[in-house]
Protein backbone atom coordinates (compact mmCIF):
# COMPACT_ATOMS: atom_id res chain seq x y z
CA UNK A 1 0.00 0.00 0.00
CA UNK A 2 1.07 3.36 0.43
CA UNK A 3 3.86 4.88 2.30
CA UNK A 4 3.04 8.24 4.33
CA UNK A 5 5.56 10.79 4.28
CA UNK A 6 7.93 8.50 2.22
CA UNK A 7 10.54 11.13 0.51
CA UNK A 8 12.56 11.23 -2.14
CA UNK A 9 16.27 11.64 -1.83
CA UNK A 10 17.13 15.35 -2.94
CA UNK A 11 20.21 16.78 -4.51
CA UNK A 12 20.30 20.43 -5.26
CA UNK A 13 22.55 22.35 -7.67
CA UNK A 14 23.12 25.78 -9.11
CA UNK A 15 22.39 25.95 -12.47
CA UNK A 16 25.14 25.56 -14.77
CA UNK A 17 26.80 22.75 -12.34
CA UNK A 18 27.13 19.62 -13.28
CA UNK A 19 25.07 17.12 -11.59
CA UNK A 20 25.86 13.50 -10.60
CA UNK A 21 23.07 11.37 -9.65
CA UNK A 22 24.21 7.81 -8.18
CA UNK A 23 22.69 4.36 -7.93
CA UNK A 24 23.27 0.82 -6.60
CA UNK A 25 21.30 -1.47 -8.58
CA UNK A 26 20.73 -4.97 -6.85
CA UNK A 27 21.45 -7.93 -9.62
CA UNK A 28 25.14 -9.17 -10.56
CA UNK A 29 23.37 -10.62 -12.99
CA UNK A 30 21.93 -7.81 -15.04
CA UNK A 31 23.04 -6.77 -18.46
CA UNK A 32 21.99 -4.12 -19.22
CA UNK A 33 20.73 -0.46 -17.04
CA UNK A 34 19.02 2.90 -17.93
CA UNK A 35 18.13 6.18 -16.84
CA UNK A 36 14.95 7.73 -17.15
CA UNK A 37 13.77 11.45 -16.00
CA UNK A 38 10.26 12.26 -14.76
CA UNK A 39 8.67 15.27 -14.40
CA UNK A 40 5.88 15.59 -12.34
CA UNK A 41 2.74 13.95 -13.56
CA UNK A 42 4.17 12.42 -16.35
CA UNK A 43 5.64 9.68 -17.57
CA UNK A 44 9.37 8.46 -17.58
CA UNK A 45 11.65 9.54 -20.57
CA UNK A 46 14.64 7.78 -21.69
CA UNK A 47 17.95 10.04 -21.02
CA UNK A 48 20.67 6.91 -21.75
CA UNK A 49 21.21 3.29 -21.69
CA UNK A 50 24.58 1.24 -21.35
CA UNK A 51 25.06 -2.47 -21.64
CA UNK A 52 27.24 -4.17 -19.05
CA UNK A 53 30.22 -4.89 -21.54
CA UNK A 54 30.92 -1.09 -21.61
CA UNK A 55 31.41 1.28 -18.33
CA UNK A 56 30.92 4.24 -20.21
CA UNK A 57 28.34 5.82 -22.71
CA UNK A 58 28.09 9.58 -23.40
CA UNK A 59 25.29 11.28 -24.94
CA UNK A 60 24.70 15.02 -24.76
CA UNK A 61 25.66 16.85 -21.91
CA UNK A 62 24.43 13.41 -20.02
CA UNK A 63 27.19 10.31 -19.36
CA UNK A 64 26.66 7.11 -17.57
CA UNK A 65 28.74 5.36 -15.69
CA UNK A 66 29.10 1.78 -14.58
CA UNK A 67 30.94 -0.21 -12.32
CA UNK A 68 30.12 -3.85 -11.94
CA UNK A 69 32.19 -4.29 -9.25
CA UNK A 70 30.39 -2.67 -6.82
CA UNK A 71 27.09 -2.48 -8.51
CA UNK A 72 26.97 1.54 -8.95
CA UNK A 73 25.87 2.99 -11.53
CA UNK A 74 25.72 7.15 -11.99
CA UNK A 75 24.40 9.87 -14.09
CA UNK A 76 26.15 13.00 -14.60
CA UNK A 77 24.36 15.84 -16.20
CA UNK A 78 26.70 18.51 -17.78
CA UNK A 79 25.73 22.45 -17.10
CA UNK A 80 22.49 21.97 -15.04
CA UNK A 81 19.56 23.79 -16.22
CA UNK A 82 16.11 24.91 -14.49
CA UNK A 83 14.69 22.43 -16.88
CA UNK A 84 16.92 19.37 -15.91
CA UNK A 85 14.63 19.79 -12.46
CA UNK A 86 13.02 16.61 -12.21
CA UNK A 87 13.07 12.87 -10.62
CA UNK A 88 15.71 10.69 -12.05
CA UNK A 89 15.20 6.79 -11.80
CA UNK A 90 17.75 3.89 -12.82
CA UNK A 91 16.65 1.14 -13.93
CA UNK A 92 18.25 -2.71 -14.59
CA UNK A 93 17.20 -5.57 -16.51
CA UNK A 94 18.93 -9.08 -17.14
CA UNK A 95 18.52 -8.90 -21.02
CA UNK A 96 17.41 -5.38 -22.95
CA UNK A 97 15.52 -2.25 -22.80
CA UNK A 98 12.67 -4.32 -23.92
CA UNK A 99 12.43 -6.73 -21.32
CA UNK A 100 11.25 -6.89 -17.88
CA UNK A 101 12.80 -3.46 -15.47
CA UNK A 102 13.37 -3.25 -12.24
CA UNK A 103 13.53 0.42 -11.14
CA UNK A 104 15.67 2.42 -8.18
CA UNK A 105 14.43 4.52 -6.17
CA UNK A 106 14.54 7.58 -7.54
CA UNK A 107 16.60 10.77 -7.08
CA UNK A 108 14.65 14.56 -6.91
CA UNK A 109 17.01 16.91 -8.92
CA UNK A 110 16.84 19.99 -8.14
CA UNK A 111 18.22 23.38 -10.32
CA UNK A 112 18.80 26.67 -7.96
CA UNK A 113 18.70 29.71 -9.93
CA UNK B 1 9.52 8.73 -32.95
CA UNK B 2 8.55 5.72 -30.32
CA UNK B 3 5.17 7.74 -29.22
CA UNK B 4 3.03 6.03 -26.75
CA UNK B 5 -0.44 7.58 -25.62
CA UNK B 6 -2.40 6.50 -22.21
CA UNK B 7 -5.78 7.38 -22.18
CA UNK B 8 -7.88 8.75 -19.86
CA UNK B 9 -4.75 10.98 -18.28
CA UNK B 10 -7.12 11.21 -15.20
CA UNK B 11 -10.38 9.28 -13.94
CA UNK B 12 -12.28 9.99 -10.89
CA UNK B 13 -14.77 7.85 -9.94
CA UNK B 14 -16.79 6.09 -6.79
CA UNK B 15 -15.36 2.46 -5.11
CA UNK B 16 -16.92 -0.28 -6.85
CA UNK B 17 -16.28 0.83 -10.52
CA UNK B 18 -14.72 -0.73 -13.15
CA UNK B 19 -12.13 1.41 -14.67
CA UNK B 20 -10.24 0.55 -18.20
CA UNK B 21 -7.07 2.30 -19.10
CA UNK B 22 -6.01 2.63 -22.89
CA UNK B 23 -1.90 2.39 -23.93
CA UNK B 24 -1.49 2.96 -27.71
CA UNK B 25 2.09 3.09 -29.20
CA UNK B 26 1.40 5.57 -32.16
CA UNK B 27 4.15 5.30 -34.31
CA UNK B 28 5.82 1.74 -33.73
CA UNK B 29 4.50 -1.59 -32.95
CA UNK B 30 4.34 -2.80 -29.88
CA UNK B 31 5.34 -6.93 -29.19
CA UNK B 32 5.74 -5.97 -25.34
CA UNK B 33 3.90 -3.43 -23.51
CA UNK B 34 4.31 -3.14 -19.53
CA UNK B 35 1.81 -1.75 -17.14
CA UNK B 36 3.60 -0.29 -13.90
CA UNK B 37 1.84 1.90 -10.48
CA UNK B 38 2.95 4.60 -9.05
CA UNK B 39 2.16 5.73 -5.55
CA UNK B 40 3.52 9.15 -4.92
CA UNK B 41 7.28 10.31 -4.12
CA UNK B 42 7.78 6.16 -4.61
CA UNK B 43 9.35 4.43 -7.59
CA UNK B 44 7.48 2.57 -10.42
CA UNK B 45 6.71 -1.17 -9.65
CA UNK B 46 5.81 -3.87 -12.43
CA UNK B 47 2.40 -4.92 -11.97
CA UNK B 48 2.31 -7.33 -15.09
CA UNK B 49 4.18 -7.94 -19.00
CA UNK B 50 2.13 -8.16 -21.86
CA UNK B 51 2.36 -9.45 -24.93
CA UNK B 52 0.30 -9.33 -28.34
CA UNK B 53 -2.13 -12.09 -28.55
CA UNK B 54 -0.83 -13.85 -25.22
CA UNK B 55 -2.15 -14.23 -21.54
CA UNK B 56 -0.58 -11.25 -19.16
CA UNK B 57 2.33 -12.83 -17.04
CA UNK B 58 1.28 -10.89 -13.39
CA UNK B 59 3.80 -9.71 -11.03
CA UNK B 60 3.78 -12.02 -7.31
CA UNK B 61 1.39 -9.76 -5.73
CA UNK B 62 -0.32 -8.42 -7.93
CA UNK B 63 -4.06 -10.00 -8.98
CA UNK B 64 -5.11 -11.25 -12.11
CA UNK B 65 -8.79 -10.95 -11.37
CA UNK B 66 -8.52 -7.41 -9.87
CA UNK B 67 -6.15 -5.92 -12.86
CA UNK B 68 -7.47 -7.92 -16.08
CA UNK B 69 -4.80 -7.13 -19.14
CA UNK B 70 -5.75 -7.37 -22.66
CA UNK B 71 -3.23 -7.03 -25.02
CA UNK B 72 -5.38 -7.62 -28.34
CA UNK B 73 -2.98 -5.77 -31.28
CA UNK B 74 0.62 -4.63 -31.73
CA UNK B 75 -0.74 -1.15 -31.12
CA UNK B 76 -3.21 -1.33 -28.34
CA UNK B 77 -3.01 -2.94 -24.46
CA UNK B 78 -5.87 -2.54 -21.96
CA UNK B 79 -5.60 -2.13 -17.86
CA UNK B 80 -9.35 -2.72 -16.44
CA UNK B 81 -9.13 -2.26 -12.85
CA UNK B 82 -12.02 -4.29 -11.47
CA UNK B 83 -14.48 -3.53 -8.46
CA UNK B 84 -12.11 -0.56 -7.41
CA UNK B 85 -11.33 0.86 -4.16
CA UNK B 86 -9.87 3.60 -2.67
CA UNK B 87 -6.67 1.35 -2.02
CA UNK B 88 -6.67 1.23 -6.03
CA UNK B 89 -5.79 5.15 -6.11
CA UNK B 90 -2.77 5.21 -7.60
CA UNK B 91 -0.19 6.66 -10.94
CA UNK B 92 -0.82 4.09 -13.54
CA UNK B 93 2.04 4.12 -16.30
CA UNK B 94 2.54 1.70 -18.88
CA UNK B 95 5.55 1.26 -21.59
CA UNK B 96 6.28 -0.32 -24.91
CA UNK B 97 8.59 -1.73 -26.93
CA UNK B 98 9.07 -3.28 -30.17
CA UNK B 99 12.30 -5.41 -30.00
CA UNK B 100 13.42 -7.69 -26.93
CA UNK B 101 16.36 -6.03 -26.11
CA UNK B 102 18.11 -3.11 -28.04
CA UNK B 103 15.65 -0.63 -27.91
CA UNK B 104 14.33 1.13 -24.81
CA UNK B 105 11.20 0.78 -23.51
CA UNK B 106 8.64 4.17 -24.16
CA UNK B 107 6.68 4.81 -21.20
CA UNK B 108 2.91 6.67 -21.79
CA UNK B 109 2.21 10.04 -19.63
CA UNK B 110 0.17 7.72 -17.05
CA UNK B 111 -3.39 8.22 -15.88
CA UNK B 112 -4.12 9.48 -12.31
CA UNK B 113 -6.78 6.74 -10.62
CA UNK B 114 -8.32 8.34 -7.95
CA UNK B 115 -11.18 6.20 -6.03
CA UNK B 116 -13.60 8.23 -3.81
Known amino acids: GESVGLHLPTLSVQEGDNSIINCAYSNSASDYFIWYKQESGKGPQFIID?????DKRQGQRVTVLLNKTVKHLSLQIAATQPGDSAVYFC????????????FGTGTQLKVEL | GAVVSQHPSRVICKSGTSVKIECRSLDFQATTMFWYRQFPKQSLMLMAT?????????EQGVEKDKFLINHASLTLSTLTVTSAHPEDSSFYIC????????????FGDGTRLSIL
Open chain 1, 91 to 102: AESLTGGGNKLT
Open chain 2, 95 to 106: SASWTSDDQPQH
Open chain 2, 50 to 58: SNEGSKATY
Open chain 1, 50 to 54: IRSNM
